[in-house]
Every structure is written in C-alpha cells, then in structure tokens.
C-alpha cells in the first residue's frame, strides 16, 4: 500500500539520550515534514525537507536534527539538548505538484 | 509562530446537528486545507481548496474558500458519533517561500449520541 510509514509507534527515552524516529514514504513524494503535537494543541513545524540532501529549520527546531540522504527517508533525531521531548510527532509529505501536505499515523515519546 | 485563528476551539453537540468551524487571517492564503485527527493518529485530509470562492463537498462535509482568500470554513452535516474529533485548518501563505504550510490551533467536536 502506499503511504507514510513512521516506527516505532511509541519510544521510551531516558532523559539524556538521543533517539531517532524514523520516517519512510512510498509516493514519490519530494517535500516531507516533521511536525511536533503536544496534548490539546496544534501542530508545530520542526523540520522540513524540499529535496534530497536539502532541508531547513522549522519553527521549533532546537534540540532536533534530520536527515535526507534518500528521496523516500526523512528520519528525525530527537537530541538529549530538547529538554521537553515528550510528544507526539508527526511526519507528513508532499508531491511536487499541489499544496497537499499528508500524514503519517505519529510516533509517541515519552521521556522516562 | 501561528497566523491561523480557528474556532471555536471546542463544540459539543447532539448527533444529528449541523456542525460550523472556521479559520480567519489578516494574511492571503493561496491554499486552504481541513484535516480531521483522531486521538492518537495522524490528520487525514477532508477537503482541499485551492481558488477563492472555492466550495467543495465531501460526503456530508462542505468548506469554502473565502473570496478575500483570507478565511476559510468547514460545515459538517447531520452529526454523527464517528465525527467525533480534533478538526484543522491549515494554509499555505501567498508570500511564503518553499512548501511550509501553517496550522490553525484545531476544533475538538464531540458529539452525544
């Protein structure tokens, strides 16, 4: 089936450590996202990537890094410098033609 | 930051009423776009609207595009239970570059069987 896929579905971190959540898409697409949800609230741009190899800093990027080696990767790490990592995030993508951003089913993390 | 005003922020309603939500913003918007998100998924995307004055269905949801390009609504129907929800709204600026979209701060319906 095509979509996006995002693993794990729920992350336990201890405080002072880095984990990376991984993202894949199969729809060709070329722009993909990483967006941020707390509880109760709206979506918050962390990263974003237009292009292979090619991406740039979203509203609340501290303390996250990416990555965009392939078209259909766009794994995030969430650094021991975020000191309120516990979250629910989400990835989504887009095709070159259209404004239609879509979504991934979101991975949770909670710091322990 | 946020540019998006959403409201209301909450709706609880009886099933079988008719449901209004909109999003408003002091900037143009070339695309307006409404996503419903269940508790702990991702949006799913309901309805795209890319000209002003743009009235699109889908089902028992209707949105417009707001001549001004400015705003944005979302009416739903005859409520059911399963429409229950968090409902969002989110544009794509005139003048922003690249593809960054921006996000109202979303609706939570619930409806009352």
């Known amino acids: 089936d095509g979509g996006i896929t995002q693993s794990p579905k729920y992350l336990f971190r201890k405080e002072g450590q880095n984990v990376t959540l991984s993202c894949e898409q199969n729809?060709?697409?070329?722009?993909m996202y990483w967006y941020r949800q707390d509880p109760g609230q709206g979506l918050r741009l962390i990263y974003y990537?237009?292009?292979?190899?090619?991406?740039q800093k979203g509203d609340i990027a501290e303390g996250y890094s990416v990555s965009r080696e392939k078209k259909e990767s766009f794994p995030l790490t969430v650094t021991s410098a975020q000191k309120n990592p516990t979250a629910f995030y989400l990835c989504?993508?887009?095709?070159?033609?259209?404004?239609?951003?879509?979504f991934g089913e979101g991975s949770w993390l909670t710091v322990v | 930051g946020q540019q998006l005003n959403q409201s209301p922020q909450s709706m609880f309603i009886q099933e079988g009423e008719d449901v209004s939500m909109n999003c408003t913003s002091s900037?143009?918007?070339?695309?307006w776009l409404w996503y419903k998100q269940d508790p702990g998924e991702g949006p799913v995307l309901l309805i795209a609207l890319y000209k002003a004055g743009e009235l699109t269905s889908n089902g028992r949801l209707t949105a417009q595009f707001g001549i001004t390009r400015k705003d944005s609504f979302l009416n739903i129907s005859a409520s059911i239970p399963s429409d229950v929800g968090i409902y969002f709204c989110a544009g794509q600026l005139k003048e922003t570059s690249g593809s960054r979209l921006t996000f109202g701060e979303g609706t939570q319906l619930t409806v009352n069987p």
């Open positions: 989504a993508s887009r095709a070159t033609a259209g404004n239609t951003i879509y």
């Open positions: 990537s237009q292009i292979v190899n090619d991406f």
């Open positions: 900037s143009i918007f070339n695309t």
């Open positions: 729809l060709n697409h070329d722009a």
